[in-house]
């Protein structure tokens, strides 16, 4: 097992373009999170999914950000006509469904967006 | 909704000074409560957790105790090492048996000097 794997590892690109992201969680794990942190804060909550179901979506996803999870495994997320404000390290983690499985939540490196 | 609100910081200390983080947090029912910490060019790695009320999360010396009574989860240390130098986060998710969305404080930067 390799953890959680988040590609690419840095991003930059121009304002208007769209990017994508891919997380590949833990084989075991069928919950799978986005969150963004910018620095200097904690990270924010996205959304998740259990299985390829998206569970929840923060208000803070915009309709230009959508995820995926189509077969229940890996996860894209795309962020269409990016902007300044999207620069941020995006976070991938995984975990099981039932909280009683020890170690909780496993976090991959991140991507780090820059808009310039 | 949920919050979670942790110590301003930066906090710098010597080698082997004693390490308090306050972490207090707001949620509905019996959460349970994390802290995370982040090493300089690396991603977030649980430190500890605790699942229910008056609970003690351990590890590499570091512990927290599961207040519910004062909505806390303080993070110590008897005695620092300059390797303990990183962000530390303060963290909740949803109460019940499944896991949910992680809700985090907004950070902690831990400087320790020899």
């Known amino acids: 097992d390799t953890g959680v794997s988040q590609n690419p590892r840095h991003k930059i690109t121009k304002r208007g373009q769209n990017v994508t992201f891919r997380c590949d969680p833990i084989?075991?794990?069928?919950?799978l999170y986005w969150y963004r942190q910018t620095l200097g804060q904690g990270p924010e909550f996205l959304t998740y999914?259990?299985?390829?179901?998206?569970?929840?979506k923060s208000r803070l996803l915009s309709d230009r950000f959508s995820a995926e999870r189509p077969k229940g495994s890996f996860s894209t997320l795309e962020i269409q006509r990016t902007e300044q404000g999207d620069s941020a390290m995006y976070l991938c983690?995984?975990?099981?469904?039932?909280?009683?499985?020890?170690?909780?939540?496993?976090f991959g490196s991140g991507t780090r967006l820059t808009v310039v | 909704g949920d919050s979670v609100t942790q110590m301003e910081g930066p906090v710098t200390l010597s080698e082997e000074a004693f390490l308090t983080i306050n972490c207090t947090y707001t949620?509905?029912?019996?959460?349970?409560l994390f802290w995370y910490v982040q090493y300089p060019g690396e991603g977030l790695q649980l430190l500890l957790k605790?699942?229910?009320?008056?609970d003690k999360g351990s590890n590499k010396g570091f512990e927290a105790t599961y207040r519910k009574e004062t909505t806390s989860f303080h993070l110590e240390k008897g005695s620092v090492q300059v390797s303990d130098s990183a962000v530390y986060f303060c963290?909740?998710?949803?109460?019940?048996?499944?896991?949910?969305?992680?809700?985090f404080g907004q950070g902690t930067i831990l400087t320790v000097h020899p």
């Open positions: 983690a995984s975990s099981t469904r039932w909280n009683r499985v020890l170690g909780g939540y496993t």
């Open positions: 999914f259990q299985n390829e179901a998206q569970l929840e």
């Open positions: 963290a909740l998710s949803p109460g019940g048996t499944s896991y949910g969305k992680l809700t």
């Open positions: 949620a509905t029912g019996y959460p349970s």
């Open positions: 084989s075991e794990h069928n919950r």
């Open positions: 605790a699942t229910k009320a008056d």
